[in-house]
């Protein structure tokens, strides 16, 4: 749940929205265990290493505040303007909000008679012995009324110390430990999620959340086909660069293994209707680009690991040569979706992700082969797609047709462009740094919530995140970085 909320799960319980404040009449409260970090719950607030105050509701004359004790990553919650038997408590969630089972009414306190204000103790936000990524809210009530205010959630700045660590510390929300996926079960946009997450490993040095790229290994390895395989050749291709970047960062040789089985899964599915490409799926019944923007990429990052070993190169370089010559690169250089296989040509309109992907692909070719002719090809790319109508308004990335909500495939893609530009951005020596930099400081301005969580628009306004465009701003903070 989050401060938004126009509807409440509660066994019992009635709500309301009033002034964005959520009231809620006879909630149950849910037993927690006590949380151990540099100090269990129940220290007492007066030994708080500082105090700030990130989000207040008020209820009746009460004001509820949460303090955050940003040194000790613990918070407590403190009640204000209100009379004997009036109640203040705090409510502490490891999954960004949207349950609180973990923890309600902890340290519930009521106004002593005489008094106007209270406390509660502390309690610490996360749980670090079971990698918990917590956030907390205060809550109360008027002693003579059933109804109680909360505030929104949030937390510490623990991991959250900039805008690209704490973007990532909100993803982390999602993350399933069981699964080893994003928001329970998510599959292709999961992979995009681990990038981004080993993206910010590199750039911010954090590395607190390192344990999810063995978790999701180890948990999903021998799901579907096996190997990060399935009938979307996507899906598989967006895994495969994953497993590339995991072993980047760690050296493990079994990731690159997955990856290399990841691209020749991919090209089993290459032939040459339409002279050539792989088939988007399984079932061979459409060729796009973003699979074979994935293909050429993934075997030209592969080509730049094993070094002596051809075959991925050629495959890269066969893989642009065909793509070149589908009109699927058009000629104001900005990337369609997909060809008609009854002309053999590019018949469709553009997407964020077909840009930033191929853009990507690209600046690996470049590097795999030193074709020069490719990253010229990139820039050209990288300019039209930064100024383009149908990708640009108001000077700020919006996908053609952006919808209102972060669930499905389409809040992901614009992660994927701004990951591709990013790498182009890089290879360049920050040509696109004022683009990169605007769209940050837009999503930061005015698409975020008081748990650093974004929504779909990056220039506004905000709408409930999900991991899909959660990892997406974060891949557009670590680019901007």
């Known amino acids: 749940m989050s401060v938004r909320w126009s509807t409440m799960v509660a066994t019992g319980a009635a709500a309301a929205v009033t002034a964005g404040v959520l009231v809620v009449a006879g909630a149950s409260p849910a037993a927690a265990a006590t949380v151990c970090n540099r100090y269990c719950d129940g220290r007492d607030a007066a030994l708080a290493g500082g105090d700030r105050t990130p989000v207040s509701s008020t209820l009746y004359g009460r004001t509820f505040a949460l303090h955050v004790d940003d040194p000790n990553s613990m918070g407590w919650a403190s009640l204000s303007g209100g009379r004997a038997g009036d109640e203040v408590w705090l409510d502490r969630s490891f999954d960004g909000g949207r349950g609180w089972s973990s923890g309600s009414r902890l340290g519930v306190t009521a106004v002593p008679s005489g008094a106007t204000l209270t406390r509660t103790t502390m309690v610490n936000v996360d749980d670090w012995v079971n990698r918990g990524v917590g956030a907390l809210r205060a809550c109360g009530k008027a002693g003579d009324r059933p109804e109680v205010a909360c505030t929104?959630?949030?937390?510490?700045?623990?991991?959250?110390?900039?805008?690209?660590?704490?973007?990532?510390?909100?993803?982390?929300m999602r993350y399933d430990q069981n699964t080893g996926l994003f928001d329970g079960n998510a599959w292709w946009t999961s992979a995009n999620a681990l990038t981004a997450l080993i993206g910010n490993i590199r750039v911010s040095g954090m590395d607190s959340y390192r344990y999810a790229i063995a978790t999701t290994y180890d948990k999903q390895i021998t799901s579907r086909q096996g190997q990060f395989r399935n009938e979307y050749l996507d899906d598989t291709g967006w895994w495969g660069l994953a497993w590339v970047a995991a072993y980047d960062l760690t050296g493990d040789s079994r990731y690159l293994s997955t990856a290399r089985a990841d691209a020749d899964h991919m090209h089993a599915y290459?032939?040459?209707?339409?002279?050539?490409?792989?088939?988007?799926?399984?079932?061979?019944?459409?060729?796009?680009?973003?699979?074979?923007?994935?293909?050429?990429?993934?075997?030209?990052?592969?080509?730049?690991?094993?070094?002596?070993?051809?075959v991925y190169r050629d495959r890269a370089r066969t893989g642009w040569s065909w793509f070149a010559g589908t009109g699927m690169l058009t000629t104001a250089n900005i990337v369609i979706d997909r060809i008609s296989l009854e002309t053999c040509r590019g018949a469709s309109g553009p997407l964020t992700y077909n840009s930033g992907v191929l853009m990507n692909a690209l600046v690996q070719l470049n590097r795999a082969t030193g074709d020069a002719a490719a990253l010229a090809t990139a820039r050209r790319i990288g300019d039209a797609s930064t100024t383009h109508s149908a990708l640009n308004s108001g000077g700020i990335l919006r996908e053609p047709g952006e919808g209102e909500s972060c669930q499905g495939d389409?809040?992901?893609?614009?992660?994927e462009y701004a990951r591709g530009l990013g790498v182009l951005n890089d290879a360049l020596g920050g040509v696109y740094d004022g683009y990169l930099q605007r769209q940050a400081t837009s999503a930061f301005t005015h698409n975020r919530n008081s748990?650093?969580?974004?929504?779909?628009?990056?220039?506004?306004?905000?709408?409930?995140?999900?991991?899909?465009?959660?990892?997406?701003?974060?891949?557009?903070?670590?680019?901007?970085?």
Not at 152 to 172: G, I, K, V
Not at 410 to 415: I, N, T, V
Not at 460 to 478: E, I, T, Y
């Open 451 to 481: 748990l650093d969580e974004y929504g779909i628009h990056w220039a506004g306004p905000f709408v409930p995140s999900a991991h899909a465009c959660q990892h997406s701003a974060l891949d557009l903070l670590n680019a901007a970085a």
């Open 152 to 172: 929104a959630w949030a937390r510490s700045t623990w991991n959250a110390a900039d805008r690209s660590r704490a973007a990532a510390t909100a993803l982390m």
């Open 270 to 310: 290459w032939d040459n209707t339409c002279g050539g490409g792989v088939w988007w799926k399984t079932d061979r019944s459409s060729k796009v680009a973003i699979a074979n923007s994935l293909y050429i990429q993934l075997n030209a990052e592969l080509a730049q690991r094993l070094a002596g070993d051809a």
């Open 410 to 415: 389409q809040p992901s893609w614009k992660g």
